[in-house]
């Protein structure tokens, strides 16, 4: 696909909040509630929904910012989701606004941003390190 990545393009992620996703589980605190982290990924995952039918084959993003506030604790049980939208492209790097909710409302945001990368030459680099 050759479509171009444009402002306004918007994406999402839902997952389900399980124990094994909370803060205890992960590390990220101690208690029984959606853990921080499992909403980064899923913010990520919708910025990542929001421009996948825009990239070649051989190509992927990676995350290289992410500013989020968790504004509201969501317990295990409850569905979550997130949705993102591109407010910016500057080149290979692209902006998005993400809000996360759960079944009861509003439950974090977040400014994240994304690099276009040739998967293999990502990859190579990466390993090199070894």
């Given amino acids: ?6 402002v306004g393009m918007r994406g999402e992620a839902e ?5 094994e996703d909370t803060a205890l589980e992960v590390g990220s605190g101690d208690l029984l509630v959606y853990a921080t982290p499992c909403m980064a990924a ?3 995952g919708a910025a990542c929904e929001a421009i996948a039918g825009a990239l070649r084959e051989d190509q992927t993003t990676v995350g290289i910012s992410l500013h989020l506030a968790h504004t509201s604790a969501t317990p295990v049980g409850m569905a979550v989701r997130a949705q993102a ?3 910016a492209v500057e080149g290979k790097i692209i902006t998005f ?5 759960d079944e009861a409302g ?3 945001t977040a400014t994240h941003r994304r690099a276009v990368v040739s998967r293999q030459k990502f990859l190579d680099k990466a390993y ?3």
């Fill in 1 to 6: 696909m050759d479509m171009e990545i444009q």
């Fill in 15 to 19: 997952a389900l909040a399980e124990r």
């Fill in 42 to 44: 899923l913010m990520e």
């Fill in 85 to 87: 939208q591109v407010t």
């Fill in 97 to 101: 606004e993400i809000q996360a909710f």
């Fill in 106 to 108: 509003p439950i974090g």
């Fill in 128 to 130: 090199s390190k070894l």
